[in-house]
């Protein structure tokens, strides 16, 4: 377990493949009922192994696995060593019989007498063959030893889990890489906002510079209009290019309005249409407020310019009175 109390992936993949000796399995069923995050890990591991487990070829597991793999075999429950066969009850002084062969030769055969079997204490060392068999067990291949028997009988199943836990290693990784890109596309997301952000903030500033320096712009104030409720002290400045329809509105000492309201600047055109909307603002705590290159159509010839009170939202026409102007 690391230092943050959790599992590593390496308990919870031994786990999952019901590996771990049964009072350290309920030892982590418990942490695992009560930790989401080891349940979402194991989850995810017992997923990835259903995914990957039928279609990866094994390999060598890691090292921690394998380590804590044959730790866990050496606790295991030993067995004891194969029993030495006993000789049939019969006169063991006696000589034993001689089986008989004959070597091949152009002359008559002749009788081979084959070497009797060694007698180690007293007691026989048999070899077993099954008839029609040429299989034998040799004696120097019997397990010697407990641990030697253990691991004898552990063989074959060590062998599939081994093939388990690669796959379960492999999924593991596959998971990894596959998070990993994950969260990658979305950095690079992300990094792609912020570039084509800046681009706009970028060709804005380009065109407000271009605004302020051409030299066709025109220039207009905007002060209080007669009888509107407002105090005098209310200024704002328009510049405006009628052949590119870029406009810049600055204003100051501005009276604040009710959340439900909002001023709107209107351009009057000098032929005689509508007035047309070019954006809604409100002030700041200190009365200061703008509008920077509102929608509009190029090449308008403007009489005037207008402050309006409206809605909360704007309006597509002024509503009544005017409360700043400017020719």
């Given at each position: 377990?690391?230092?943050?109390?959790?599992?590593?992936?390496?308990?919870?993949?031994?786990?999952?493949?019901?590996?771990l000796?049964?009072?350290?399995?309920?030892?982590?069923?418990?942490?695992?009922?009560?930790?989401?995050?080891c349940?979402?890990?194991?989850a995810q591991?017992?997923?990835?192994?259903?995914?990957?487990?039928?279609?990866?070829e094994?390999?060598?597991?890691?090292?921690?696995?394998?380590?804590?793999?044959?730790?866990?075999?050496?606790?295991?429950?030993?067995?004891?060593?194969?029993?030495?066969?006993?000789?049939?009850?019969?006169?063991?002084?006696?000589?034993?019989?001689?089986?008989?062969?004959?070597?091949?030769?152009?002359?008559?055969?002749?009788?081979?007498t084959?070497?009797?079997?060694?007698?180690?204490?007293?007691?026989l060392?048999?070899?077993?063959?099954?008839?029609?068999?040429?299989?034998?067990?040799?004696?120097?291949?019997?397990p010697?030893?407990?641990?030697?028997?253990?691991?004898?009988?552990?063989l074959?199943?060590?062998?599939?889990?081994?093939?388990?836990?690669?796959?379960?290693?492999?999924?593991i990784?596959?998971?990894n890489?596959?998070?990993?890109?994950?969260?990658?596309?979305?950095?690079?997301?992300d990094?792609?906002?912020?570039?084509?952000?800046?681009?706009?903030?970028?060709?804005g500033?380009?065109?407000?510079?271009?605004?302020?320096?051409?030299?066709?712009?025109?220039?207009?104030?905007l002060?209080?209009?007669?009888?509107?409720?407002?105090?005098?002290?209310?200024?704002?400045?328009?510049?405006?290019?009628?052949?590119?329809?870029?406009?810049?509105?600055?204003g100051s000492?501005?009276?604040?309005?009710?959340?439900?309201?909002?001023?709107?600047?209107?351009?009057?055109?000098?032929?005689?249409?509508?007035?047309?909307?070019?954006?809604?603002?409100?002030?700041?705590?200190?009365?200061?407020?703008?509008?920077?290159?509102?929608?509009?159509?190029k090449?308008?010839?403007a009489?005037?310019?207008?402050?309006?009170?409206?809605?909360?939202?704007?309006?597509?026409?002024?509503?009544?009175?005017?409360v700043?102007a400017?020719?």
């Open positions: 377990m690391s230092s943050l109390a959790h599992y590593d992936q390496a308990d919870l993949a031994l786990f999952a493949l019901q590996l000796p049964s009072a350290e399995s309920a030892s982590m069923t418990m942490h695992v009922s009560g930790c989401s995050y349940r979402q890990e194991l591991l017992q997923g990835d192994l259903a995914s990957f487990a039928s279609i990866v094994p390999h060598s597991p890691p090292s921690q696995v394998r380590d804590r793999l044959l730790n866990q075999v050496a606790r295991e429950k030993k067995l004891a060593p194969i029993e030495q066969l006993e000789p049939t009850p019969k006169d063991v002084s006696a000589p034993p019989e001689q089986p008989v062969r004959y070597e091949r030769s152009e002359r008559a055969p002749r009788p081979v084959a070497p009797p079997p060694p007698a180690v204490g007293g007691r060392h048999s070899r077993s063959a099954s008839l029609g068999s040429a299989r034998y067990l040799d004696e120097d291949k019997l010697k030893t407990d641990e030697d028997a253990t691991v004898t009988r552990l074959p199943r060590i062998a599939s889990w081994l093939g388990w836990i690669a796959a379960a290693g492999i999924a990784t596959a998971g890489l596959y998070h990993q890109r994950e969260s990658q596309k979305l950095r690079i997301a990094q792609t906002n912020i570039i084509n952000r800046l681009r706009a903030d970028s060709e500033a380009r065109q407000l510079l271009e605004t302020i320096t051409d030299p066709t712009a025109r220039q207009v104030t002060t209080p209009s007669m009888g509107a409720p407002v105090s005098s002290g209310p200024q704002g400045r328009v510049i405006y290019v009628t052949s590119k329809g870029a406009l810049i509105f600055l000492s501005l009276e604040p309005v009710e959340t439900y309201k909002t001023y709107e600047l209107w351009l009057i055109p000098a032929d005689g249409r509508d007035p047309i909307p070019a954006g809604t603002f409100h002030p700041d705590p200190r009365g200061n407020a703008s509008v920077i290159l509102p929608p509009l159509p090449g308008i010839q009489k005037a310019f207008g402050i309006t009170l409206e809605d909360d939202g704007g309006s597509q026409t002024p509503t009544m009175p005017i700043m400017g020719n």
